[in-house]
């Protein structure tokens, strides 16, 4: 039999095969070195287990180490941070792979594995990820399975039933079988027991591997999201979706402008006031300065990870959601950077005046304010426009008349230089939503008219099916505010005036048989929605994402009201007891396979034919002793029985005959000898 701490080859074989699975799941956001270094371990280990290699030396271990830690600081230039700290781990893993000298290491080796795996939701959530990550558990799961098989005897049993290709798949089976059997009971703890927050919910570093609007803007940014078919976020509301030309979602407002690059006014939130106000808080005082009329628009988000604290909203919004502040501006604010899938509730209305009462000296100051030394042009023909029209409204109407009139709306806007607005006014003319919001910012204010810059996403796609709306990165948007005497503050979209079917149509519908759509994302399946088959087949899928996050990673939404339908009301008692009815029917079905699965004692045919013949013996009163060979019982038989000599001779001799005769079987004469062979029954001899 093969020692206790020696590991069995099949084990060696699903561990080698769970190393790899463990690092193909990370394999997008690991150092290339590193992987190399993991084939070459595996390798090593390999060679070792042939004989051909030794296990490395002390002082190589260390030289290992060393490098793997110089590698990975070197790679992504410091230590502390979520990729940084899985590389670690990582090469920590793979030089425990060197280390395998008894079955206690390859237990470690195996603990980590399933960590390793685990540690994938870090990075993605997706429904795909979901399910590799189970097929990566099942991995490992095969591989400690084989770690405590009997390698000698199951190689001896599978090979005389399936040939010894059975003895290198049975763990896996094994690994199977176990995981089919915990689905229901995981199944029952996932609906009944509360959240506590998901492991995957770890702040990551800002854009790692994020795609979405920033906190500034200069000219290009929205044009590269335009290039991007990521979705940003789905929304459901309850009740028919608005029109198209109404879907303005908020995220951030932008008032600071240093000549070239926009971003958030940092001071002006805290001189009135709390910049903040929570859900199920009460109303700050400039929470009054916005009126609302009409009925609430209700609605869900879905929002996929940002790293960012800003959520998305239509105007004027009211959170419903815990942790979702409304903001001073009137946005909405999370409480913690999203790094992971996010739903909130709101309530908006479309229909509002906002700020209506006049600006505070300070506010207006910090929304007319201009850098020194730029767009000089820009400034002089906006007081120029400024003594020709002292109507706020006729100077911008007239600048809108402009775009209209002479600007192109584009995909791939020309380079601009130091004065941004003054080349693209004037000069080129051509541009992408952010150029056109930035300029109709900047010529406001130098006009005299207070104005910022507003970004989020517009329009959306609706979903023919599932009645929802779906935001692509590529919707992203930006636009201006200004404020007017007596009227607040106003949305106006100067790309509207440039390309109005922008507004009107989504943003894949106006540009999607356009050559430069999606033009570096030639796998994406949004780039060839013209053809209906890959449209219905990326709306289905789509459908299945959303369900995932609304069900799956979302459960806490939805729970309390599931567990209400089924239970009627919520109690300790009813949910107690649910849980106890539903853990027994969860376990029924392992009882039921673990009965099933049990498996028979092996006996050869011949055995049987013995140990019938003993048992007849046994009932006429003579037992066979314990390591009494056939001969021997034989012997003692007929000493004890003269009578049986013939028949137990002839029986014995035949057994014996065809037990160590393989050329001689004849089971039929032993079986019709064995059936006439009927010793009556007497009083038992000592």
């Known amino acids: 039999m093969q020692p206790t701490w020696q590991t069995p080859r099949p084990a060696l074989l699903w561990m080698l095969i769970s190393v790899v699975t463990a690092l193909a799941l990370h394999a997008g956001h690991l150092p290339l070195w590193l992987l190399g270094a993991a084939a070459l371990t595996v390798l090593w280990q390999i060679q070792v287990y042939r004989g051909a290699w030794q296990h490395p030396a002390r002082f190589i271990k260390v030289l290992l180490t060393l490098l793997c830690f110089g590698g990975v600081l070197s790679s992504y230039g410091r230590l502390l941070g979520l990729e940084p700290m899985v590389a670690l781990l990582v090469s920590g893993f793979l030089l425990k792979l060197l280390e395998i000298h008894h079955r206690r290491d390859a237990l470690v080796l195996i603990y980590l594995a399933y960590f390793i795996v685990i540690i994938q939701c870090l990075f993605e959530q997706g429904i795909v990820t979901g399910f590799v990550v189970v097929f990566g558990v099942m991995i490992v799961t095969a591989a400690l399975a084989g770690l405590y098989q009997n390698n000698q005897n199951t190689q001896n049993k599978q090979t005389n039933r399936s040939g010894k290709l059975g003895t290198w798949f049975r763990p896996f089976r094994s690994s199977a079988v176990i995981i089919v059997q915990s689905l229901p009971l995981m199944l029952v703890l996932f609906i009944v027991m509360p959240r506590i927050g998901a492991l995957w919910a770890v ?47 908020r995220g951030l407002v932008f008032s600071d402008f240093n ?121 002089a023909i906006a007081e120029q426009w400024r003594q020709e029209s002292p109507d706020p409204v006729a100077l911008l109407n007239r600048l809108l008349k402009l775009y209209n009139k002479e600007f192109i709306y584009t995909l791939k806007p020309p380079l601009l230089g130091k004065h941004t607005v003054d080349e693209f006014l004037w000069e080129t003319k051509r541009g992408f939503c952010e150029f056109y919001a930035s300029s109709f910012v900047f010529f406001a204010r130098a006009a005299g008219i207070p104005a910022r810059v507003v970004v989020g996403y517009q329009g959306g796609e609706r979903h023919p099916s599932e009645d929802y709306l779906l935001v692509h990165q590529y919707d992203a948007h930006a636009w201006a505010e200004v404020w007017l005497e007596g009227r607040g503050w106003i949305r106006v979209d100067p790309t509207a005036a440039v390309a109005p079917e922008r507004i009107e149509m989504s943003f894949a519908d106006l540009f999607g048989e356009n050559e430069d759509f999606l033009a570096e994302s030639l796998l994406s399946l949004e780039r060839y929605r013209h053809i209906n088959w890959l449209n219905n087949l990326r709306l289905r899928l789509d459908a299945l994402d959303y369900a995932w996050a609304k069900w799956v990673l979302g459960y806490e939404n939805v729970q309390t009201d599931l567990l209400t339908g089924i239970l009627g009301r919520l109690d300790p008692l009813r949910v107690g007891l649910f849980l106890l009815a539903a853990g027994a029917l969860a376990m029924l079905p392992v009882a039921i396979m673990s009965l099933l699965g049990r498996e028979k004692k092996y006996r050869d045919e011949l055995d049987k034919f013995f140990i019938q013949f003993c048992q007849r013996m046994e009932r006429a009163g003579i037992a066979r002793r314990p390591g009494e060979g056939p001969r021997d019982f034989a012997a003692r038989i007929e000493s004890l029985r003269p009578d049986l000599a013939d028949q137990v001779s002839s029986l014995t001799g035949l057994f014996e005959q065809q037990r160590y005769n393989t050329a001689v079987l004849n089971k039929r004469d032993l079986r019709l000898k064995l059936r006439r062979f009927r010793p009556y029954l007497r009083s038992k001899i000592p």
């Open 259 to 379: 000549g070239r690059r926009w971003s958030q006014s940092g001071s002006w939130g805290y001189q009135d006031g709390s910049l903040l106000q929570w859900y199920g808080e009460k109303p700050e005082p400039w929470d009054r300065q916005a009126t609302r009329r009409g009925d609430a628009l209700s609605y869900k988000v879905t929002l996929e990870a940002t790293n960012s604290p800003w959520l998305f909203a239509l105007a004027t919004p009211k959170p419903t959601s815990q942790d979702v502040a409304l903001t001073r501006d009137f946005r909405l604010f999370s409480k913690r950077p999203l790094s992971s899938k996010t739903q909130y509730r709101v309530n908006s209305w479309l229909d509002y005046d906002l700020e209506t009462g006049g600006l505070s000296s300070w506010r207006r100051k910090i929304e007319l304010a201009l850098p020194e030394g730029f767009n000089p042009k820009t400034r």
């Open 203 to 249: 702040p990551k570093e800002q854009g790692s591997g994020v795609v979405g609007v920033s906190d500034s803007m200069s000219p290009g940014d929205f044009s590269d999201l335009g290039g991007s078919s990521k979705v940003a976020f789905r929304v459901e509301f309850e009740g028919d979706i608005p029109a198209q030309s109404t879907l303005y979602w």
